[in-house]
């Protein structure tokens, strides 16, 4: 295992396996399907991609959550603590359409400053996301996407957010998923690369 992955599974076990079981089955799984669609997709990408998703949701731990905003309080956490790389701190803050819920909490200024993904690695990583559920059963991006809306009320931020973004998520995700299967059927007529719109406009 690359240098960058094992220190981020080491961290993101440290902090999640006990105190969010759930939540730790589900990392794992983003783990090994973000290697699996960076391997197919963009090998560059892998070791950046992996370390990313293995400490995408880091900010639920109790002893990382700040704001409340998941996306955000792992950000902060990796860049006080370093020594992750800029990239896999920009992919942490920001995936999985968190701009979008960033603006529902009012802290999309303070996201803005954990910088800019690469909107290639950003799609990979939002689509290993999208298909590994709670406890990290394998879903398809709609049924995801449809388990997020029925697990938060709809006055919640998350839950606001997700029906802003969701058929945006859902068809980039169905896009890079199509790509790595080799059925082009499925990638309709954009690039896996396609960016998720932020939500504000």
């Given at each position: 295992m690359?240098?960058l992955?094992d220190q981020?599974h080491?961290l993101?076990q ?5 105190t969010?079981?759930?939540c730790?089955?589900?990392?794992c799984?983003?783990a ?14 892998r070791?950046v991609v ?5 400490l995408?949701d ?6 990382v959550r700040d704001t409340g905003?998941?996306?955000l309080d ?7 603590r ?9 992919l942490v ?5 968190a701009?979008s819920?960033a603006?529902e909490h009012?802290?999309?200024?303070q996201?803005?400053r ?5 909107p290639?690695q ?5 689509a ?5 559920g709670?406890?990290?059963?394998v ?5 995801r996407?449809?388990?997020i809306?029925h697990r ?11 029906d802003?973004?969701g058929?945006?998520?859902?068809g980039?995700a169905e896009m ?10 499925r990638?309709?007529t954009c690039p ?10």
């Amino acid at each position: 295992m690359n240098m960058l992955v094992d220190q981020a599974h080491r961290l993101a076990q440290s902090h999640l396996e006990d105190t969010r079981p759930e939540c730790w089955q589900h990392v794992c799984a983003v783990a090994a399907a973000a290697e699996q669609l960076t391997v197919r997709l963009d090998p560059a990408s892998r070791d950046v991609v992996t370390a990313a998703a293995w400490l995408h949701d880091l900010g639920k731990s109790p002893s990382v959550r700040d704001t409340g905003f998941h996306a955000l309080d792992g950000a902060r956490f990796l860049a006080r603590r370093g020594p992750f790389p800029a990239d896999v701190i920009a992919l942490v803050a920001h995936h999985t359409g968190a701009h979008s819920e960033a603006i529902e909490h009012g802290l999309h200024r303070q996201l803005a400053r954990m910088g800019n993904p690469d909107p290639t690695q950003l799609a990979l990583l939002s689509a290993a996301d999208l298909i590994c559920g709670p406890g990290g059963r394998v879903m398809t991006p709609a049924e995801r996407i449809g388990d997020i809306l029925h697990r938060y009320a709809p006055g919640h931020p998350v839950h606001r957010s997700v029906d802003r973004v969701g058929h945006a998520l859902l068809g980039q995700a169905e896009m890079v998923v199509g790509a790595a299967m080799d059925q082009p059927e499925r990638c309709r007529t954009c690039p896996p690369e396609l960016v998720v719109p932020s939500g504000d406009g």
